[in-house]
């Protein structure tokens, strides 16, 4: 700014010498010129002589330079210092800006500026310095990187933003994936000043995908040999490995995959051949000793499970004896009191087989003494098995009917007519069909002792050529077909009278001399009715009854009932009877009345899915129902039958097809007739017992 004001002062002290100019000629023209500043009498004086010096068309009095052409009311400005066209200003409108370079780079920046005719020394027509306080800043600079953003170069544009940075001044960025500091081996780099989004000026990191994987990582043991500080070496390879993430190994000699508790270890990533990380083998030259076998009992004492103790001192050992107390010190256990251990203990021994460790005369092998209730020599054979073929003998309760014959016994096969029961079945040797009567080959009165159908009382098939009943009449020729009852109707009954009238049925405690036959199949005593309803209840109360079969039985389209008087017997016997609405469907029955009070019945088929076989005495309505066939399993042949003659009802009442009848088939014996229990050992006089004033003589 000085330089500026320097200037106009020049350029006023100027244009006062051009004033004085004309104050001096004017005086000279005239005698009132004196007085300078009357510029008026002075042209009066040019009245006298007012001259035009330079020639350029402009008197003195009007030429502020009178003495220089170029200098005139006239002339152009020209910007020299001078006023050119005398309007007392000089250089005015023809000057130029010029700008101070403050910083002395040879750049001016705007900051300092003065208007010349010529650029004073260290001013410039341009001012494109756009920062003129430092001399590093100008259009000629370089731009660079820096950490501001400058614009050295003044392009408008700094670092990144200038297509003029220069190249050495830019970093090279990689990219870093993993946001782990480190950037991609494998990128081939970006120039920049400032670094591009998730870019770093590394490119040392071996795997850019893994954020613990870089060269300022700690290289550490993994399954997946992974190369952590990317020094080109994973795991053990790596002399950088952090022992700390390393595993103590331990020689394992004898395979068992435990190593010695005695080896100091080496450390490693992986298991050197022959080493293991466990060492707790106690014994490691013995594949069975280690901390994973099991402790068993052995005479060395060795400690397999590596536990401190060994056999019995050790509470896992197995392979343990059991040892049983010999309280009577006869050298032979009881089974009461057992030890569990390696070593016999004191008192103890091997084997359980004294019978009884309170007696010291009772162990195996000690003489015995039968039926003295003691098995003195615990051979385990009751002491009531003298045969010791499995049964006792049936003098001691038992079942064996011969204890010194080790071939009879109930489980024996029977060989038939030998004389011998034996299969102990309390039946005749002589009745090989079990069918109650004995062979008449051997005296008795089966005429065919191998068919269980052919038998006294059977019914007697005439059509079949046959003496069923053994009577020695075959079929028509049979004169005990005496009479035959057939009703035309459903649900009827007839009375039958014996044509032997000296014949009776000791019953329920009374002898009947006459009965009633019904068609749905009961035989009645001193009653009658033709109801079919077959329930439990009327047959437990409405009057004394045998059932064959009672059920809704017709003879309406075919089939016929026939009583039989045999010489110590009646029988009743339904032959081709169909149930109600069926013409098809068979019930062949029979119940054969024996002069003794024994009901004999016998089951041909049975073609319904309910009825009620069996016999009541209608005094008790409580009776319990009895399974027939279960009972019949269980008879003792060569008894009186199924029952002990105290019942007052013995009774099957089937009643559907999910329970159907299974006495198809059967012949059997009860007894209807209560008789005397003298002796209370459950069986009657008249119903099998032989000798009712001792108990112990009963069916």
Known sequence: MSIRFSLLTALTLTLAACGDKGDDTGSSDGTDGTDGTDGTDGTDGSDGGDTDNDGDGFAASEDCDDTNADINPGATEVCDGLDNDCNGEADEGVTSTFYGDADGDGYAGSALSVEACEAPDGFYTDADDCD????????????????DATDEDCSGDADDADAGVDPASQWTWYADADADGYGDMEDVGVLSCAPPEGAVTDNTDCDDGAWGVNPGATEVCDEAGTDEDCSGDADDADVNVDPASTTGWYADVDLDGYGDMNDAGTWACAAPSGMVADHTDCDDANFDVNPGATEVCDEASTDEDCNGAADDADSGVTGQSTWYLDYDSDGYGGSRLTAM???QPANYVSSATDCDDGD??????????????????????NDYDADLDGYDSDAWGGTDCDDNDIAVNPGATEIWYDGTDSDCSGGSDYDADMDGAESDVYGGEDCDD????????????????????CDGDIDGADTSLVTLVRSSGDDASSQYVPVNEAWSFPFCGEDWSDFYVQTNGQIMFGWVHTDYSETVSEFLS???AIAPKWDDMSLSSQGDIYVVEHDDAIGVYFVGVPDYGSSSADNNLAAVLRDDGIIQMTVGSINSTDGIVGWSCATDTSAAESNLSADIANQIVGTAGVGMGTETAHYEHFTGSSDPVDLTGYTWRMCGNAGNDLDNDGWTDTCGDTNDNNSSVHP
């Not at 010291?360 to 054979?381: E, I, L, Q, R, T």
């Open 132 to 147: 003129d306080s430092n001399p590093d800043i100008n259009p000629g600079a370089t731009e660079i990187c820096d950490g």
């Open 450 to 469: 191998t068919d269980s159908a052919i038998f006294p009382y059977a019914w007697e098939d005439d059509s079949d050529g046959i003496d069923n009943d």
């Open 341 to 343: 251990a390696c070593t």
């Open 542 to 544: 409405d009057g004394p």
């Open 360 to 381: 010291s005369s009772v162990y195996p092998g000690a003489p015995d003494a039968w039926y003295d209730g003691v098995d003195s020599d615990c051979a385990g054979d």
